[in-house]
């Protein structure tokens, strides 16, 4: 998917708020444009003159504009006498002679200060009409001029003009609320869950996880978070499982050590302190301590090879080696041992070559301890099997018996240190109870993999694949 970046996720929340702004800014503009211009009456003002009203039956003259203006109409007839008469007369004039009707029309046009005229004759049917509005009024009871002469309330032009001021100041608190909320989604809530992480951790809780939808760099960081508490809760549990598995270790090499030992002390002391015992009970007791002091220097050299395989100074000498023919030189070299036990063998090596990497000590090691095992835990009679199978990328061996076999559960249980099917059956053939453990790190550490297939009385197949 691809990564959005903080830097554009803020470029695109500005851009978000310059165009909320702007679009409550026009509205709001539009509705104040819309309110004062019907306040003002611009284009009709304007436009109002004796023409535009102008009717050949004066009756049916609409005066409303002119009135609405606080302005007046007269209609004056062919004497000079004026028949109709509505809203304001500045003149007080009810009846002009020609020379006065003649002196206004010459200077109506010209003295303007006070009141604007519009005077119109109708020829169709002989009258005048006149139009006269207000210029200026009361100033002082709060009149103000546009610049056609008609008066408007400055206390509504400081309502609108506030009004104007207000809004706008609202609508940008009102798109800075909503860049708020925005920028909150984006960076507060996914601080707040990384920081409720960092505090679960800091408390011992490595099982803290952060669930976080994001592409960003929030969600790379996310990402780091989750990867470094599971390293975390991996490593305490490996570390646990570490010290478990070495307290356990200890007992087991206590256990294991303190019989040997116990009977190699009881015996010398026996010989020491008693001149009376016959040479066939010397003979006896000193062949009991010389096979514990075996056992009890079989388990130091195992533990030894353990714990140098698991060091990480440990390194294979690899060399390259062809698997089919290593393993027919190793099985030939244990059949006589095999025959001698009395045991039954199948060998399936494929011809051709398959050249592998092995350190061909170590392997020797790995696969004797299965064999041997299988010799010393079986009755006569059993068979053996090895197969190689080779594959594209792989090569798979298997080692088979048809012998008593071992629990199913304890399956993957008996690659650990000093795991026995039976405790008293290690006594019998004395087995320090690491050779499987040996076996599974030689095999890990060529890279390769180890299971075992298996359940009681149904024999052993340990499966070994190698690259």
Known sequence: MRKKKVANMLLLNYLFLFIISTIIFIIVSLIISVSFKNLLRYDEITKLSAAQIMRDDYKNIDFSQVLKYKGGV????????????????????????????????????????????????????DFWLKIVIPNKTQFLNG???????????????????????????????????????????NFVKPLKKLLSGVTRIAEGDYSARVELRSRNEFGDLKDAFNIMAEKIESEKNLKEKSQDNRRKLILDISHDL?????????????????????????????????????????????????????????????????????????????????????????????????????????????????????????????????????????????????????????????????????????????????????TKTIIEKHSGHITLNTDTGKGCTFIIELE
């Open 74 to 125: 007269q209609v004056i007839d062919q004497n000079y006498k004026v028949i109709f008469s509505r809203g304001i007369n500045p003149d007080k004039v009810t009846q002009y002679t020609k020379g006065e009707f003649s002196e206004f029309l010459v200077n109506c046009g010209k003295n303007q200060e006070q009141y604007y005229y519009s005077v119109l004759y109708n020829e169709k049917s």
């Open 258 to 438: 303190k019989n040997p030992l116990s009977n190699i002390m009881g015996y010398s002391d026996l010989l020491m302190n008693n001149v009376s015992i016959s040479e066939d009970e010397r003979e006896k007791f000193l062949k009991i301590i010389i096979n514990n002091s075996s056992r009890a220097n079989s388990l130091i050299g195992d533990l030894f090879e353990l714990s140098k395989m698991e060091s990480s100074d440990f390194q294979l000498k690899l060399k390259s080696a062809d698997i089919c023919e290593y393993l027919r030189e190793l099985i030939a070299s244990l059949i006589p041992q095999i025959e001698e036990a009395g045991f039954k063998y199948n060998f399936e090596i494929p011809e051709g070559k398959r050249l592998i990497l092995i350190d061909e000590k170590q392997m020797d090691r790995a696969l004797l301890n299965i064999l041997n095992n299988a010799l010393k835990y079986n009755k006569p009679g059993t068979e053996i099997k090895i197969l190689l199978k080779k594959f594209v990328n792989k090569v798979v061996i298997e080692i088979q018996d048809n012998g008593i076999g071992i629990p199913k559960e304890l399956s993957e249980e008996i690659f650990e240190p000093f795991k026995r099917v039976d405790s008293a059956r290690n006594s019998q053939t004395g087995g320090t109870g690491l050779g499987l453990a040996i």
């Open 143 to 185: 009149t103000f001029f546009n610049k056609a002469g008609i008066p408007v309330s400055i206390n509504n032009f400081l309502f609108m003009v506030i009004l104007a001021v207000i809004m706008n100041f609202a609508s940008f608190i009102l798109g800075l609320i909503i860049y708020s909320r925005v920028t909150s989604n």
